[in-house]
């Protein structure tokens, strides 16, 4: 057991936990931020996508001790308002139907947008892939990810 | 308006501080867009506004406020089917309210008030829309009578329009200032109810309130509740379905950091015992961490020796059985008589449900009472559950209900909850079980596997004679000794097409692989064979596989304009673009009729499907952006369930463990999906599953269109389709 500051969403969060513990439960249950999602814990669905650093990053394979000193957002960081650009566009394309894997699809989709803001095809199916949908949302997730292109490059 | 949800608890002071505290700050961003947390819970719920006002309720739906605020309770769980926007908005309707307006918020658990609040078989809007009209309706009437009270005139000289009653003479008082007096009203029995042509709320897009909680993580699922003094369970059973524990060490498992304390435990899954040892510890990855050092000694009696192979081979040796007759007409005995004989063997594997939200329940148990709080289809069977197993009065079972990360059938099942109940019980605190994406894939219950024998004889261009048995598990029927199949085998097999000799029979499985519900249950099977045998029969006798089912329901109305749409929406009959193939089925589910027609092309060598039009007659649709969502996302579940893999077993326990090698559709591999509802006036039908089981058949007789083969086993390897 080891006392760590994680930094999320621009506040610290002091703990005590187990370094190798994977970042996904120190957020969930020690941070008391349920917005990320446990999904698979091997890298295998992206429910559990946040960003270190700006980078798209599966919490359910990082070790805590990998993420202290460093900046972590989670979905409820990543805008004030529920007005990120992919948030928006989530909404206006009704894409959520359970809404569980939707955090994940949402932060890779925001990391997509940061990196690519015109993303070709490839790009938005190298993102976006990787991340499971049990309910089959994909048809309005392609739809929403071409709206947050739009709205994105308006603001 | 900002307004501060609380609730008040049932059973003394077991709120729990901190969920409560979380609510309430959830419900401030929630009500920011007009939106609950989600989460339905036992005790009343009341309101505090700031602004003043008090509540009135006009029934168990409906609950407004002297400023005009209007509550609507929806009573069914949501795990994405949309029944939480759909319930409100048939209430909406009748009530005469600006839907827009509206706020919505989960109902208690109450069968007593509520009835049924399972959620299964797309069943809600088909089995509530009668009542939730009237509870619009009869709350309408009410303030429309207190109005004409208060006006001293004839009801029927008054109308109610978007939460007001105006009077002929133009006079008008809103439904805030009229609830109190309606309140005291007797509720009319028969209200009058709006004739379909009148809707402004029924048959509209409108945006889903629960979407905006899941954009910005503010949605509470069950995975996400967190109770005070709260453990972590995470249990590790016998790979071996039935395994039994002979014994187990402990010693290392306790010795991790954090770890309370290991039990045995078990739960009941449709009449077997499943047994497990629980590492019960303060947070959920020394909870794990404690399961990896067990050591565990199990008996799996012989169980060990089955697998997919040894299964099916069972199988196949009782196809030659008669079976049960389930329905049949004219006489199957004509079979090899008159005509070309045709005969054909449908393969499906057994399916895991795998919702995205692995498996959890969390329960406290305390005092002669017990607590639920978690993700469930079946918020009324875990309280029967729980009185049951801890031989407690109902009453003193309280259910909270969150949103699902979903569902599928496997959350209909209570057997997690029953789990974390015994283990409450044996460590005294509130015990969180969480199974991991592993414990979900190997201990099932899965959707059933099936066998399919078909034979038909073909003559002048019809189907003279057609026989379909089932060789199948039946959900109803797993343990005991009856041996006869029931009807439940035989749902998807479509008796609707005029065949004048036809016999669908069952010969029961019964054996030691769980099976549960599963989307869209048995027609995901049985379709797949029926629809595909079809194909085979139109092929046989020289026909055009839509015009064939055209002919055999010439007196089918609803199956024919299904089918005529489909022809018209993908241009059927207009000469084919050169390496496309086609191909058509159609089904009836929840009383919804579907028709698809999946479109595939050769890409790089390798067959893929590359558009898929579905028509939908749900009758009466309430809100046609869910209805298309569902079948989207229908679809992608059944693209997954025909090519991307199936559960095999070996040695007596699931082959696979976890997505790296049970596979899901991608974003990438999805196809463009287009949808078309027809309109008409019939009564609502189930949309939940609307094209999950014709993706099976039109996708592999597209394959033959294509390319010759026929796909007769799933799942279908679309990469080494010649």
Redesign the interface.
């Known amino acids: 057991?080891a006392s760590l500051t994680l930094r999320i969403n621009n506040r610290d969060y002091p703990m005590e936990?187990?370094p190798q513990?994977?970042l996904l439960?120190a957020i969930?249950?020690?941070a008391?931020?349920?917005?990320?999602?446990?999904?698979?814990?091997?890298s295998?669905?992206g429910?559990c996508t946040v960003h270190i650093d700006g980078e798209p990053v599966r919490s359910c394979v990082t070790p805590v001790s990998g993420a202290t000193g460093k900046s972590i957002t989670?979905?409820?960081g990543?805008?004030a308002d529920?007005d990120h650009p992919v948030?928006q566009a989530?909404?206006e394309e009704?894409?959520?139907?359970?809404?569980?894997?939707?955090?994940g699809q949402?932060m890779t989709a925001a990391a997509l947008l940061s990196k690519h803001p015109k993303p070709s095809e490839e790009q938005i199916?190298a993102y976006?892939?990787?991340?499971?949908?049990?309910?089959?949302?994909?048809?309005?997730?392609?739809r929403a990810v071409d709206k947050a292109v739009e709205i994105n490059q308006k603001a | 308006m900002k307004t501060i949800t609380t609730k008040s608890a049932p059973l003394g002071d077991s709120l729990p501080r901190r969920e409560f505290l979380r609510l309430t700050a959830v419900s401030g961003a929630f009500l920011a867009v007009g939106c609950s947390p989600g989460m339905g819970g036992e005790g009343k719920v009341t309101t505090i506004d700031p602004a003043g006002g008090t509540d009135f309720s006009l029934n168990q739906f409906i609950v407004i406020n002297t400023n005009g605020r209007v509550l609507l309770y929806n009573h069914r769980p949501e795990m994405g089917q949309g029944t939480y926007q759909a319930i409100p908005m048939i209430l909406a309707e009748e009530l005469e309210v600006d839907v827009e307006k509206i706020e919505i918020l989960p109902s208690a658990a109450d069968e007593k008030r509520y009835g049924s609040q399972m959620v299964v078989g797309s069943r809600s809007i088909q089995t509530e829309y009668a009542n939730l009209r009237n509870m619009g309706a009869a709350a309408r009437e009410m303030l429309k009578q207190a109005a004409a009270n208060g006006w001293q005139v004839e009801v029927s000289e008054c109308k109610a329009s978007l939460g007001e009653v105006i009077h002929t003479s133009g006079k008008k008082l809103t439904y805030g200032e009229l609830v109190e007096e309606a309140s005291k009203l007797t509720p009319p029995e028969n209200p009058p109810l709006k004739a379909p042509g009148d809707f402004k709320v029924i048959g509209q897009p409108i945006a889903r309130r629960d979407v905006p909680a899941k954009t910005n993580g503010a949605a509470i699922y069950g995975l996400d509740i967190q109770v005070p003094g709260m453990l972590y369970a995470s249990v590790e059973r016998s790979p071996v379905f039935l395994g039994r524990v002979v014994s187990f060490n402990d010693e290392k498992a306790k010795a991790v950091p954090g770890v309370k304390a290991v039990v045995k435990t078990q739960r009941n899954v449709w009449g077997h015992t499943r047994e497990g040892v629980a590492v019960v510890a303060d947070n959920y990855w020394a909870a794990n961490q404690g399961r990896k050092a067990l050591e565990i000694k199990w008996d799996t009696g012989g169980l060990e020796k089955n697998s997919s192979a040894t299964i099916l081979k069972k199988y196949k040796a009782d196809a030659a059985k008669e079976g049960v007759s389930l329905a049949e007409g004219g006489n199957v005995s004509t079979v090899g008589g008159e005509g070309k004989v045709i005969e054909a063997a449908y393969e499906t594997p057994y399916q895991s449900h795998v919702c995205m939200e692995p498996m959890n329940a969390t329960v406290s148990v305390k005092e002669g009472k017990a607590e639920f709080w978690g993700s469930t289809q079946n918020p009324n069977g875990i309280r029967s559950q729980l009185a049951r197993q801890l031989s407690i009065e109902p009453d003193n079972v309280a259910i909270n209900y969150t949103f699902m990360g979903g569902g599928f059938g496997r959350r209909s099942m209570t057997d997690v909850a029953e789990e974390a109940a015994d283990i409450s019980l044996q460590v005294g605190a509130p015990v969180k079980v969480v199974w991991t994406r592993e414990d979900d894939l190997t201990q099932g219950p899965f959707r059933a596997a099936s066998l399919n024998i078909c034979r038909g004889t073909v003559a002048g261009g019809k189907v003279v004679t057609l026989e379909h048995k089932v060789v199948a598990q039946e959900i109803q029927n797993q343990t005991g000794d009856k041996m006869e199949a029931g009807r439940q085998l035989m749902g998807g097999i479509n008796t609707e097409y005029e065949i004048p000799n036809y016999r669908v029979s069952g010969v029961l499985q019964k054996h030691y692989v769980p099976i549960t519900y599963w989307r869209a249950v048995y027609h995901t099977t049985n379709c797949f064979a029926h629809e595909s045998f079809i194909d085979e029969l139109a092929r046989a006798a020289g026909k055009d596989p839509l015009d064939f089912r055209l002919d055999m329901l010439k007196n089918h109305l609803r199956y024919t304009k299904v089918l005529q749409t489909l022809a018209e929406k993908t241009n059927w009959y207009a000469p084919k673009e050169e390496g496309v193939g086609r191909g058509v089925s159609i089904l009836e589910r929840s009383g919804a009729f579907t028709g698809m027609v999946i479109e595939v092309k050769k890409e790089n060598g390798k067959v893929k499907p590359v558009k898929i039009t579905t028509v939908v007659d749900v009758g009466i649709c309430i809100n046609p952006d869910t209805v298309r969502a569902q079948t989207e996302g229908s679809i992608v579940m059944g693209l997954t369930a025909t090519y991307k893999g199936g559960i095999r077993l070996e040695n007596g326990a699931v082959a696979q463990s976890n997505f790296h090698d049970y596979n899901m559709l991608t974003f990438e591999e999805c196809p463009p999906c287009e949808t078309y509802i027809i309109q008409n006036e019939e009564k609502p039908e189930g949309a939940g599953e609307s094209g999950l089981a014709n993706v099976a058949p039109s996708l592999c007789n597209a394959v033959f269109d294509l390319t010759g083969v026929r796909v007769r086993k799933l799942p279908l390897d679309l990469g080494a389709i010649g």
């Open positions: 057991m936990v187990d513990m994977p439960w969930r249950d020690f008391l931020l349920t917005g990320t999602k446990f999904g698979c814990g091997i295998q669905c429910a989670t979905i409820e990543l805008s529920n948030q989530w909404q009704q894409v959520p139907q359970c809404g569980y894997c939707q955090s949402i199916n976006m892939s990787p991340i499971i949908c049990r309910c089959g949302t994909y048809v309005r997730i392609k």
